[in-house]
């Protein structure tokens, strides 16, 4: 096997795995990730430990499923860049009222796909999932690089609301994920009788490694805007994932979204 598609939590396992064990991969030349957002210092270790070249994307089932995916020669593979649409699906941003921006490039909105490979309705559903001229809303933020590169900067539904104000878990996320002893790492609400809502960090620890609770928060320190810092961090064993091998974000709402 030369070339390998899965979501960033079986890379996590089998590089865990080999690392106990001890083996390596000789065939494998080509890693393709998919299937939610991955920490770049993830993305670094798959490379070096398997001593393949990373391909990040971005898609999703109502696509058929790609979306976009980076080109396998770029000369900087970054973890935030899921890479350009292939020919047939097209990128569209609006606001939160579905109307597109007037700048498509290197702004934030919110994304909608069409083409031949986005689906029509769901099964079992007479109306139509998309709207009168093809759009389908995905529910992601993103931003439209210059270069037509697209990044995925969080989910809409995700999205916590603390005092009036939008705080966006995929930036906390990405800050912890990218430290060492971090491997998996999820921020979701807490319900709060002032605020309404409080971010809260969710980590699941390396196998061997051990990082203190100061230690994570500080290393958003200067990254995120001081009230977004998460008021608790919780640690668990195993994070839990869904059957698509992504962390299940409604399962940790269900045991750690209450009010304290």
Not at 230 to 252: H, N, Y
Request: aromatic letters at 4%; charged letters at 25%; glycine letters at 10%.
């Amino acid at each position: 096997m030369t070339l390998g598609l899965g979501v960033p939590t079986v890379w996590l396992g089998l590089i865990d795995h080999l690392d106990q064990v001890g083996g390596d991969l000789p065939s494998l030349k080509r890693v393709v990730l998919g299937g939610s957002s991955v920490p770049q210092a993830l993305l670094d270790r798959i490379e070096q430990r398997l001593g393949v070249t990373v391909q990040t994307s971005w898609g999703m089932t109502e696509l058929s499923p790609l979306g976009t995916v980076s080109s396998p020669l770029a000369s900087e593979r970054s973890a935030n860049v899921s890479g350009r649409p292939p020919i047939g699906v097209d990128l569209m941003l609006t606001d939160a009222d579905h109307q597109p921006l007037a700048e498509q490039r290197g702004v934030e909105g919110y994304l909608h796909v069409r083409g031949s490979s986005a689906l029509e309705r769901y099964l079992g559903h007479d109306e139509a999932a998309t709207d009168a001229e093809g759009w389908f809303d995905t529910g992601d933020l993103a931003v439209i690089h210059a270069d037509g590169n697209l990044s995925i900067t969080g989910r809409s539904k995700d999205l916590i609301k603390s005092g009036g104000e939008w705080i966006n878990p995929a930036e906390i996320e990405a800050v912890v994920g990218a430290l060492p002893a971090i491997a998996l790492v999820a921020v979701i609400a807490r319900r709060h009788p002032k605020w309404v809502e409080r971010p809260i960090l969710i980590i699941e620890q390396r196998p061997g490694e051990s990082v203190s609770d100061p230690d994570i928060l500080a290393a958003l320190d200067g990254r995120i805007p001081r009230w977004w810092t998460p008021d608790s961090v919780e640690r668990v064993d195993r994070m839990p994932l869904a059957q698509t091998g992504k962390i299940d974000k409604a399962a940790l709402r269900a045991r750690f979204g209450g009010s304290e």
